[in-house]
T-cell receptor
Framework: DTGVSQNPRHKITKRGQNVTFRCDPI?????LYWYRQTLGQGPEFLTY????????KSRLLSDRFSAERPKGSFSTLEIQRTEQGDSAMYLC??????????????FGPGTRLTVL | AQSVAQPEDQVNVAEGNPLTVKCTYS??????LFWYVQYPNRGLQFLLK??????LVKGSYGFEAEFNKSQTSFHLKKPSALVSDSALYFC?????????????FGRGTQLTVWP
């Protein structure tokens, strides 16, 4: 068990460019979450996958954002036409198998995005 | 709307003294409650959670938290603080009965333990 990993750890891009982040959950975790954290704030929920199905999306996830989990393992989060307001830490979490409502989310180290 | 409040942006304590980081919540029903810790440029590390049962929950690194239903609070405590406990602490809630599982976080409390 190597924990949740995220790549890249840092991304600097120019406004208007597209970026893609990857999250590898703890193996056999069937639930995967994306959150966004801006300076001075707690993480805010973006989207949730159970296996390959995207079951919930926050209103924060505008049309420029898309997330996938094609085989129910790793996930990608893409931001198109980045804006300076997209600058944030993007966190991925996965939760223990077995389901129920008491599973614990374990977080990756995050990808820090800076949009110039 | 669900909300989590951490009324103190900063808490400063001397090493060896007890520490408390406060959390109150306003959600539908009785939620599951969590504490996470974040070190600089790192993700969140799980400390402890309250599901049901004993109101005092023990977690990692000597931390514990007390659930108070009437006050809708879940304060994080440690009897004797260490300098290495200095970090950003987040309280979070998850709705009981929800299968979707999103966490609602407070804004965080910066804990500084000075030698």
């Amino acid at each position: 068990d190597t924990g949740v990993s995220q790549n890249p750890r840092h991304k600097i891009t120019k406004r208007g460019q597209n970026v893609t982040f990857r999250c590898d959950p703890i193996s056999e975790h069937n639930r995967l979450y994306w959150y966004r954290q801006t300076l001075g704030q707690g993480p805010e929920f973006l989207t949730y996958f159970q296996n390959e199905a995207q079951l919930e999306k926050s209103r924060l996830l505008s049309d420029r954002f898309s997330a996938e989990r094609p085989k129910g393992s790793f996930s990608t989060l893409e931001i198109q036409r980045t804006e300076q307001g997209d600058s944030a830490m993007y966190l991925c979490a996965s939760s223990t198998p077995g389901g129920g409502t008491t599973d614990t989310q374990y977080f990756g180290p995050g990808t820090r995005l800076t949009v110039l | 709307a669900q909300s989590v409040a951490q009324p103190e942006d900063q808490v400063n304590v001397a090493e060896g003294n007890p520490l408390t980081v406060k959390c109150t919540y306003s959600v539908s029903g009785n939620p599951y409650l969590f504490w996470y810790v974040q070190y600089p440029n790192r993700g969140l590390q799980f400390l402890l959670k309250y599901i049901t049962g004993d109101n005092l929950v023990k977690g990692s690194y000597g931390f514990e938290a007390e659930f108070n239903k009437s006050q809708t609070s879940f304060h994080l405590k440690k009897p004797s603080a260490l300098v290495s406990d200095s970090a950003l602490y987040f309280c979070a809630v998850r709705l009981r009965g929800s299968t979707l599982g999103r966490l609602y976080f407070g804004r965080g409390t910066q804990l500084t333990v000075w030698p």
